[in-house]
Structures are given as structure tokens and as C-alpha cells.
């Protein structure tokens, strides 16, 4: 049985999950049919076609939901009334142990005419129907059983899990100003802070974690790695000019460790998204 239910977004914090109905048919396709690769989520890798993130021990998350952090029924939540329905914030289906969740955004809130087949009736026409559409795929899976979430976009699973956004959260105007502020770096052509967008924020962020768990040798091995790849960056007693977006994201690249060469042809690359092998 597929047992529909809604979040509403509720300014005073009551019980905020809703029934809506159940059915027999199939409203996604199990979850071994939809996932057939995935990893854990990191936030400098991107996902192949058909693969999904996973985060493990879910419920142990700050950003994990109730449902998750303790048993409940369906039967437990009121029903949806229609003074609820513009303020639906996500649907899930609960299907044995497993949940699909899916955003509902201003989109699909809609009010639409239609003219619909009632089975073993006739046509009936409406003129101000409350339309609410499942996508193919849902926005993000959990199982019960291995306490497990599956996604595939960070930014639509943030805006069910909230604080999931931290994730992947760009650095402040401040935390990007103190960034450029490092000794290892001498800003060129007016670039500043207001310049930076939100890609090399992200990729701050992530440089500045990676930067804080090295040793001082360690940060001279990666400058001077940096200096072979982009030599055209490199300024004097070990430093860098940055004048421009692409030569941050050149230096923060370098900071990942995303340059190497091949081993037969002896090319020199960029790793667009990376794995760890470990």
C-alpha cells in the first residue's frame, strides 16, 4: 500500500504532517529499480548518469527529520484539509519501510481547469481543480532498514532537510574576504570579495577545511604542485596573483589537488570531479 502524506509549512509549529490518501498503484518504482549505483555524498564530486548520493546513519543527523528519528503511523496525522493544501511544503509516501519524499514548490500549487475521465462514468468537467503532479523520480529516498538517505540534487534535498544545506554552503562575504586576506595570495586588477561567485565560494569553503588539517610542509608541497600546473600564477616567495574568477578557481582547484598528468601521454588535465578511491 502507498500511503500519501504532506508536510505543511505551519508558523506555529503544530503537528505538521498530513494524510492525504492511499492507493495500491504504484506511485515510484522501489527503490532497487530507481538506485542502481551510488556513493556517499562529498562535495567535490559529481554524479554519473543514474547514480545517487547517499548519506548513512541518516536519523543521526541534525538535519534528519522526525519521521526518521522515531516509529510512527500514518493513521497518528490528521487529515489534509483544503485550507491546508497552499501550504504544502513537501509530499512523502510511505511504502512499507521505505520513504519518497518530493519538494512541492509555488509550481505546482495550482489551480487548473480540467476535464477528467471518472472510471466507469463519464467526463466531468472542473473548472477551479487543485492539481498536485509526482515527478518520475522522486526528490530524495529513505530506508528504514540501513538508515540511509538516497539523493540526487543537493539543493532540492536541502529544502526538505533543513541545515542539509550545510553541506554545501558558500563562504560569507567575510569568509571569502579572509580567504584572499591569506599571505599566499596578492590580489591583482581590482579583484576583491564582491567579485567572487558562487562556485569559488563553494570551493573556498571546501579549501579552507583542507588547508586547516595540513602541516606546514604539507601547504608548501601543495604551492608548489599549484606552481607546476599553473606557473602562470605564480608570484614571488611563494605566492599567487589572482586577478580574476578563473584565476581562484585555478589556485582552489590546486588546493583539491585536482591537477595530474597522465601516465602514457603525458598530459596535463583537471579533474572535473573526483572520487576517493579509499
Not at 58 to 65: D, G, N
Not at 70 to 88: A, C, F, G, S
Not at 92 to 99: C, I
Not at 263 to 278: W, Y
Request: charged share 35%; proline share 2%; hydrophobic share 35%.
Amino acid at each position: 500500500m502507498n500511503y500519501i502524506c504532506a508536510k505543511i509549512k505551519d508558523k506555529h509549529d503544530r503537528s505538521k504532517y498530513r494524510s492525504m490518501t492511499s492507493t495500491e498503484n504504484e506511485i515510484y518504482k522501489p527503490k532497487e529499480e530507481l538506485v542502481h549505483s551510488f556513493r556517499e555524498y562529498t562535495p567535490d564530486s559529481l554524479l554519473e548518469e543514474g547514480e545517487w548520493y547517499v548519506i548513512k546513519s541518516f536519523s543521526q543527523q541534525e538535519y534528519a527529520l522526525d519521521l526518521m528519528k522515531k516509529e510512527y503511523q500514518v493513521v497518528d496525522y490528521d487529515e489534509l484539509e483544503h485550507d491546508d493544501y497552499k501550504h504544502i511544503d513537501f509530499l512523502f509516501v510511505h511504502v512499507d519501510k521505505t520513504l519518497y519524499f518530493q519538494k512541492v514548490g509555488k509550481t505546482r500549487l495550482t489551480k487548473k481547469k480540467r476535464l477528467i475521465w471518472k472510471y466507469g462514468d463519464s467526463f466531468e468537467y472542473i473548472h477551479d481543480a487543485d492539481v498536485l503532479t509526482f515527478n518520475e523520480y522522486p526528490d530524495a529516498i529513505y530506508t528504514r532498514d540501513d538508515d540511509t538517505l538516497y539523493f540526487r540534487r543537493l539543493d532540492k534535498a536541502a529544502g526538505i532537510f533543513n541545515g542539509m544545506i550545510e553541506l554545501y554552503r558558500e563562504a560569507t562575504e567575510p569568509e571569502v574576504t579572509e580567504f584572499l586576506a591569506n599571505d599566499f595570495i596578492v590580489l591583482a586588477n581590482g579583484f576583491d570579495a564582491s567579485q567572487v561567485k558562487t562556485m569559488n565560494r563553494k570551493r573556498i569553503t571546501l579549501a579552507v577545511d583542507i588547508l586547516s588539517r595540513l602541516k606546514d610542509n604539507e601547504k608548501k608541497e601543495i604551492f608548489s604542485y599549484i606552481k607546476e600546473y599553473r606557473p602562470d600564477l605564480a608570484a614571488k616567495n611563494q605566492k599567487f596573483t589572482i586577478g580574476s574568477e578563473n584565476d581562484l578557481k585555478m589556485l582552489l582547484y590546486g588546493i583539491e589537488e585536482r591537477f595530474y598528468t597522465t601516465p602514457v601521454g603525458r598530459e596535463k588535465r583537471i579533474a572535473n570531479s573526483t572520487i576517493n578511491l579509499n
